[in-house]
């Protein structure tokens, strides 16, 4: 792809004054101010050579944008600890908001463009298909995504760095250091060749910038940022309308069937429940101090029906966990912050340090479930859920986490038990809301889309564990045991 690019453009310093002084510098603050009525997001990724002037090129961009709407970011400052948690944790913590933009001097890409040519055994735990993945999820959750690689020949580089050396002095050292391609030119140009055809794709192409000439890398680049950020634009409010008119329909063709095969009846008497329970909170405290001392984080899921047992299961697993390495995160519909984000950025931002465990009363799957049936978000962008969710929980798994996911099963006259008794309970009345009734009265669309969603999302890496929950002694029983048996494997191999 490099090849294509004309390194011999020439643009008069002159020349770009005017063209900046009488459109383009306004036509990007305008850009801008677009974006940010239309309440878009924008991410812009700058790529390209050491030494290729970028960070000459965001200045000069700045100029003519309002700086109280973006945020500048590098991923060689994204600290030891952030490098510890799955590989994009730090880039969701720092989506933009809607309306702003977030721009990367150095993103996703330089750890594997940069560790893998130097030393492959020590490259990161990613893949060309995992930034494909993610870019797809931030241009389907409509973030504008703005890509960008400045090219720069061999001879340019090498100039370009003799004058910022003569400009930094003494500081141009470590940094020299640190971010060398000396003497790998060819080695870079193949590896950056690779990278730029793996991740050129229709929904997040690369721009490819001429750099042996500033000036008319800046005219390029500006450019292409009036143009992307108006087309997207366009879109977003095209997209808003619809979304607005639309009435959706489902088309679900196969047919899911998992909860009608749960035996309801398994149960467990009070005495051996309460020695096992002993038993397990015992071992599960164990095997935190050991999956902590060896990193390994682990998360836990729980879903299942209102009144299913939830808190109780949970509350079985924490009295067994150090306070000091485990955090409960509930959730409940999005409030008014967490709208403004991509719908998984308000997990990410909750994913454990190495050796914590994080549990999660109600998750993710929200998407598929309560925001399908309450018609909340259109099929065509709930319906990708089932993939974003699996592509998302692959890459924690291969970050070294334990990822278990429970559904607890209970059958409907057994909730209504549950829910009369919690009305007639004063200490318990507080569990009982009108909308829990309301959703009950949807018991068979909800198993649908429960049977779909564990149909699709029930992975070797992250698997669906149904637990049969009419017997509140089981459950909790099979969750712990679960958790035990998962970790033990995990540190078998390990």
Same mark, same amino acid.
């Given at each position: 792809?490099l090849?294509?690019?004309n390194?011999?453009?020439k643009?008069?310093?002159?020349?770009?004054?005017?063209?900046?002084?009488?459109?383009l510098g306004?036509?990007?603050?305008?850009?801008?101010?677009?974006?940010?009525?239309?309440?878009m &997001?924008?991410i812009?990724v700058?790529?390209?050579?050491?030494?290729?002037?970028r960070?000459?090129i965001? @200045?000069?961009?700045?100029? /003519?944008?309002?700086?109280?709407g /973006?945020?500048?970011?590098?991923?060689?400052? *994204?600290?030891e600890?952030?490098?510890?948690?799955? #590989? #994009?944790?730090?880039f969701w913590?720092?989506?933009p908001?809607?309306g702003?933009?977030?721009?990367?001097?150095h993103?996703?890409?330089?750890?594997k463009?940069?560790?893998?040519?130097?030393n492959?055994?020590?490259?990161?735990? +990613? +893949?060309? $298909?995992h930034?494909?993945a #993610?870019?797809?999820?931030?241009t389907?959750g409509?973030?504008?995504?703005?890509?960008? /690689?400045?090219?720069?020949?061999?001879?340019?580089?090498e100039?370009?760095?003799?004058?910022?050396?003569?400009?930094?002095?003494?500081a141009w050292k470590p940094?020299?250091e640190?971010?060398?391609?000396e003497?790998q030119? $060819?080695?870079f %140009?193949?590896r950056?060749n690779?990278?730029?055809?793996a991740? $050129?794709t229709?929904?997040a &192409?690369?721009?490819?910038?001429s @750099?042996?000439?500033?000036?008319?890398a800046? %005219?390029?680049?500006?450019n292409?940022?009036?143009d @992307?950020i108006?087309?997207?634009?366009k879109?977003f +409010?095209?997209?808003?309308e619809?979304?607005?008119?639309?009435?959706?329909?489902?088309?679900s063709?196969?047919?899911?069937d998992?909860?009608?095969?749960v035996?309801?009846?398994?149960?467990?008497a009070?005495?051996? %429940?309460?020695?096992?329970?002993?038993?397990?909170?015992?071992?599960?405290?164990?095997?935190?101090?050991e999956a902590?001392?060896?990193?390994i984080s682990?998360?836990l899921?729980?879903e299942g029906?209102?009144a299913?047992?939830?808190g109780?299961?949970?509350?079985?697993?924490t009295?067994?966990?150090? &306070?000091?390495?485990f955090?409960?995160h509930p959730y409940s519909?999005?409030?008014?912050?967490e709208r403004m984000f991509?719908y998984?950025?308000?997990?990410?931002?909750?994913?454990p340090? &190495?050796?914590q465990?994080?549990l999660?009363?109600?998750t993710?799957?929200?998407?598929?479930?309560?925001?399908r *049936?309450?018609?909340i978000?259109?099929?065509? $962008?709930?319906?990708r859920g089932?993939?974003e969710?699996n592509?998302?929980?692959?890459e924690?798994?291969?970050?070294?986490?334990?990822?278990?996911?429970?559904?607890?099963?209970?059958?409907?006259?057994?909730?209504?038990?549950? /829910?009369k008794e919690r009305?007639n309970n004063?200490?318990?009345?507080w569990k *009982?809301t009108?909308?829990?009734?309301?959703n009950r009265?949807?018991?068979?669309? %909800?198993?649908?889309?429960?049977?779909?969603?564990?149909?699709?999302?029930? +992975?070797?890496y992250?698997?669906w564990i149904?637990?049969?929950?009419?017997?509140?002694y089981?459950?909790?029983?099979?969750?712990?045991?679960?958790?035990i048996?998962a970790?033990e494997?995990?540190?078998?191999?390990?």
């Amino acid at each position: 792809m490099l090849k294509k690019v004309n390194l011999d453009a020439k643009l008069k310093k002159s020349e770009l004054k005017k063209l900046l002084d009488e459109k383009l510098g306004y036509e990007l603050g305008k850009a801008q101010r677009a974006a940010r009525d239309a309440g878009m &997001p924008v991410i812009m990724v700058f790529e390209g050579w050491r030494n290729s002037r970028r960070s000459e090129i965001l @200045g000069k961009m700045m100029q /003519f944008m309002d700086a109280r709407g /973006f945020h500048v970011y590098t991923s060689s400052r *994204i600290t030891e600890e952030e490098r510890k948690l799955p #590989f #994009f944790t730090p880039f969701w913590k720092r989506l933009p908001a809607p309306g702003h933009m977030a721009i990367y001097r150095h993103s996703w890409y330089y750890l594997k463009n940069d560790m893998e040519v130097k030393n492959e055994e020590k490259s990161v735990n +990613t +893949t060309f $298909d995992h930034i494909n993945a #993610f870019e797809k999820q931030l241009t389907d959750g409509h973030y504008c995504l703005l890509k960008f /690689f400045v090219h720069v020949s061999e001879k340019q580089q090498e100039k370009n760095k003799k004058n910022i050396i003569k400009e930094t002095g003494k500081a141009w050292k470590p940094i020299h250091e640190i971010y060398s391609e000396e003497d790998q030119y $060819d080695k870079f %140009y193949k590896r950056y060749n690779e990278m730029l055809k793996a991740t $050129d794709t229709e929904y997040a &192409p690369w721009n490819l910038i001429s @750099g042996d000439d500033v000036d008319v890398a800046e %005219y390029e680049v500006f450019n292409a940022i009036v143009d @992307g950020i108006n087309k997207a634009v366009k879109a977003f +409010t095209t997209y808003k309308e619809a979304q607005r008119l639309s009435t959706n329909v489902s088309d679900s063709k196969r047919k899911y069937d998992v909860l009608s095969k749960v035996d309801l009846s398994k149960n467990i008497a009070k005495d051996e %429940y309460k020695a096992k329970l002993a038993e397990y909170q015992k071992r599960l405290r164990e095997l935190q101090v050991e999956a902590f001392n060896k990193g390994i984080s682990t998360i836990l899921a729980f879903e299942g029906w209102d009144a299913g047992g939830k808190g109780g299961a949970i509350k079985r697993v924490t009295e067994a966990l150090d &306070p000091l390495d485990f955090s409960v995160h509930p959730y409940s519909a999005p409030n008014q912050v967490e709208r403004m984000f991509h719908y998984l950025w308000r997990f990410w931002i909750n994913v454990p340090e &190495p050796g914590q465990f994080a549990l999660f009363d109600r998750t993710w799957y929200g998407r598929v479930m309560v925001e399908r *049936i309450e018609k909340i978000t259109p099929d065509v $962008d709930w319906r990708r859920g089932y993939d974003e969710i699996n592509e998302m929980e692959k890459e924690w798994t291969e970050a070294n986490i334990v990822v278990l996911k429970f559904w607890l099963q209970i059958d409907k006259d057994e909730q209504a038990r549950r /829910f009369k008794e919690r009305e007639n309970n004063p200490e318990k009345l507080w569990k *009982i809301t009108d909308e829990d009734w309301r959703n009950r009265a949807k018991w068979g669309e %909800y198993e649908d889309a429960v049977n779909e969603m564990i149909g699709r999302t029930n +992975t070797d890496y992250a698997p669906w564990i149904i637990v049969e929950a009419n017997s509140k002694y089981y459950a909790r029983l099979k969750v712990l045991k679960s958790i035990i048996d998962a970790l033990e494997k995990k540190l078998k191999d390990k």
